[in-house]
T-cell receptor
């Protein structure tokens, strides 16, 4: 069974600094997607970034980038120039690249990020 | 609609009562998902639909939980004989299709509190 592990329950960063959130996963599949979602107090999950497992190049979205290590099954999120609005729960998620019983998202337990002014 | 809409936003009920939670997905999205998020945890999969049929309901915890999507758009999650342990935020998401390439868009959730 696929699992996603986030080993940092809480993290803190100073405004304008850089922070890295860790995520590891376990799967026997070779073709899958990895995601980072942000969940502010409003509860709505917002997609931050997505990585396709067959692409070696790390995904980037403005201030957000990932370090994808497929062999190590590691998928960390780096937030540069942190802003107060980045404060939220961050969830790492995995999804096999097919429909059927493996088609749903599997989430980690989350990391609560605080941003200090 | 423009986003995934869930109603009610908050629901307080008494132990043993029946509850319905509604999800209105993005127009044109054929895949619809229900997740449950307990306090301090990540969302846990309950069920997902492709069109009107439940493609996978393996996450439903027991037979008190049931979900329908009769016309392939709006879905209702139904919980019978509610228990205090059912208290959680119930999240709905939709996507264009089941393929892993399709991103799930989430609603703001329905917070259920069972007293």
């Amino acid at each position: 069974a696929q699992t996603v592990t986030q080993s940092q329950p809480e993290m803190s960063v100073q405004e304008a600094e850089t922070v890295t959130l860790s995520c590891t996963y376990d799967t026997s599949e070779s073709d899958y997607y990895l995601f980072w979602y942000k969940q502010p107090p409003s509860r709505q999950m917002i997609l931050v970034i997505r990585q396709e497992a067959y692409k070696q190049q790390n995904a980037t979205e403005n201030r957000f980038s990932v370090n994808f290590q497929k062999a190590a099954k590691s998928f960390s999120l780096k937030i540069s120039d942190s802003q107060l609005g980045d404060a939220a729960m961050y969830f790492c998620a995995y999804r096999w690249n097919y429909g059927g019983s493996q088609g749903n998202l599997i989430f980690g337990k989350g990391t609560k990020l605080s941003v200090k002014p | 609609g423009a986003g995934v809409s869930q109603t009610p936003s908050n629901k307080v009920t008494e132990k043993g009562k029946y509850v319905e939670l509604r999800c209105d997905p993005i127009s044109g999205h054929t895949a619809l998902y229900w997740y449950r998020q307990s306090l301090g945890q990540g969302p846990e999969f309950l069920i997902y639909f492709q069109g009107t049929g439940a493609a996978d309901d393996s996450g439903l915890p027991n037979d008190r939980f049931f979900a329908v999507r009769p016309e392939g758009s709006v879905s209702t999650l139904k919980i019978q004989r509610t228990e205090r342990g059912d208290s959680a935020v119930y999240l709905c998401a939709s996507s264009l299709a089941l393929s892993g390439a399709n991103v799930l868009t989430f609603g703001a959730g329905s917070r259920l509190t069972v007293l």
